[in-house]
């Protein structure tokens, strides 16, 4: 299952430079349906491992979240597609999740400063100078990352993630009739 928001760092203004990839670490966080602390548990009850199973990336123009479902009962896909509705409008931004989340959003930051990330990144910039994609690393700035308000990342989530920015991909040996009806009746 693959839930897709049209929402990268593109998408971001000067201020919002890596609240795209925060927002991303947010829907880990919790949600109407399910709380702080409680996505990683879950998505372990069914038999999904972080990263491997369950994994999010976000891009220039884009943040897809992926969970590659162990089965095809009712339970875990009526789960997963819960997952992604509240991804799609339902995220729990909450002030202590908010602030627990820099330091790991931060930590992907001093892993990706690397020989290789410098490269890319001036092949980037020559290869589309003059455009705003030379400049927009998902990842986005540090001081950013640090001192954003709350309001500023749930500001960007309540503009991008809509309706028609969102996809929705299901895909496995499943009674189509079926999960399409779990679809509508979940998304509608």
Same mark, same amino acid.
């Given at each position: 299952?693959?839930?897709? $928001? ?77 997952? $992604? ?104």
């Amino acid at each position: 299952m693959l839930f897709r $928001s049209g929402a990268g760092s593109l998408q971001e203004t000067e201020e919002q430079r890596g609240l795209a990839h925060f927002v991303e670490h947010m829907a880990f966080r919790g949600s109407t349906h399910v709380p702080d602390g409680e996505v990683f548990k879950l998505l372990q009850r069914l038999g999904l491992r972080t990263g491997a199973d369950a994994n999010a990336t976000t891009g220039l123009t884009e943040t897809v979240y992926q969970f590659d479902l162990p089965k095809n009962d009712e339970e875990t896909l009526d789960t997963g597609l819960m997952l $992604s509705r509240d991804i799609a409008s339902e995220l729990a931004f909450n002030p202590e999740g908010f602030e627990a989340e820099r330091g790991p959003v931060l930590s992907e930051e001093r892993l990706r400063d690397g020989p290789g990330a410098h490269a890319f990144e001036a092949q980037t910039k020559f290869l589309l100078r003059g455009q705003l994609a030379s400049d927009r690393s998902p990842i986005g700035k540090v001081e950013i990352i640090r001192g954003a308000p709350m309001a500023r990342a749930t500001e960007f989530y309540r503009d991008y993630y809509r309706p028609e920015r969102a996809a929705l991909v299901v895909v496995g040996d499943i009674d189509l009739d079926a999960v399409e009806a779990k679809i509508k009746a979940r998304f509608s």
